[in-house]
């Protein structure tokens, strides 16, 4: 008897599994979807600002209904507050919706130049301590206010949250999420940098139909969590490329003779650093290794035979090293920012010598060496040599 009461007992048990599915539901029509975030400081006050998905003006052109909410011609709606937690601009913004604010889908948080500055450790505490706050979200630094960012036109995508997070990913390889962040502010021998959003014009003013849309256009260097200082695009770009994280760039060389430009796009670019500390003084060599396709021919230059192809490879290896070493200029003297970890790649690579000079690599960095080493390897011109429209007698030949 006691046997058959274990067996009920347990039967009861499993069948009490079976009905534990739904005692968490969430009904869709309750929730409210942020997908991104801006986050500004005015004065001494926080100004969050949340991009509200529309369920129903998700759907096709012309839909109605769905999940419901309110009217418009946008897919989404702003939610602005302030306050002077950060904390306390989420329970604002929650006092004015009627359904629950709902982060987990959230992709981008974009933060504001002044915020920036002003150092990003306080807010990261609530963006990392709650679960529903995803670390893979990745955080933007916008030229000016970031509100404005998140509230452009952008028409190509349907959030222009989504569209920042679609450029992050064209940019590099592995785009800076929030927990690349966070690991490069509280790691030794790296500085955390972050892409920077900006508002443009999608056509000149003086144009119809003239809509805003959003770049990505430079670096945020960062030491620790203060933003100290925006890198241009183009020594930006060089950067990443250092890195070995640009994704299929491509580099604009002049003409070795003749006039005009031709356009290399690098595939399957990768980078390694080799340091070596002799005497105290700290040398990296950044060897990079890409395959190299001519994708334009604007100038008068060559059929590209062999001689002509060393050339345009040398070309392509000066190109690079100035750009990089321009890009490596401003880090160092500038900004004083190791973005590109070569402080790690010392502590990686020689433990023992980083137990020497770690606590003074603020001061050993701007005097480190760094040897910028190419092999590029230009493997196809495309199916057409010489430059279209010219003579054999205007074609300019080594």
Known sequence: MVCIRRYLLVGIML?????????????????AFVIGI??????????TSLQIALPGQSGASGSEGGGGGTSGDKPWFMLSNTSETLRGTSNKGQK?????IYYAHRRTLMIGEDLAREGVAPM??????????RLSAMPIVT???????????????????EMVRELCFLNMRTPRSLKIFIDAILSEGIDPFLPIASVVDNVPKSWKNVKTNIKLDGLAIFKKDKLVGMIDKEPADALILAMGEANAPEIMIKAPRGKGNLFVKLNENNSSYDPKIKNGKVNVT???????????????????????????????????????????????SKYNADILGLGRAI?????K??????????????????????HIIIENVGIVNKPIGLSEEEIVHD
């Open 347 to 351: 502590h990686q690579q020689l433990p």
């Open 124 to 133: 990261l505490d609530l963006f990392t301590r709650y679960p529903l706050n």
């Open 38 to 47: 801006a986050v500004d400081k005015e004065e001494q006050q926080y100004r």
């Open 15 to 31: 069948l009490c599994t079976l009905l534990t599915g739904c005692w968490d539901r969430r009904e869709i029509n309750d929730v």
């Open 143 to 161: 030229r000016g206010a970031a509100y404005k960012v998140l509230d452009t036109d952008a028409p190509i995508e349907k959030f222009p949250s």
């Open 286 to 332: 950044i060897k990079m290794y890409a395959k190299g396709v001519l994708v334009d021919n604007e100038s008068n230059y060559g059929d590209l035979r062999e001689e002509e192809m060393m050339k345009l490879t040398e070309a392509v290896h000066v190109k690079i090293k100035k750009d990089i070493n321009e890009g490596i200029r401003l880090i160092q």
């Open 96 to 100: 004015a919706l009627s359904r629950q």
């Open 353 to 374: 010598e980083w137990d020497k000079i770690k606590d003074r690599w603020d001061d050993v960095y701007p005097d480190v060496n760094v040897v910028i080493e190419p």
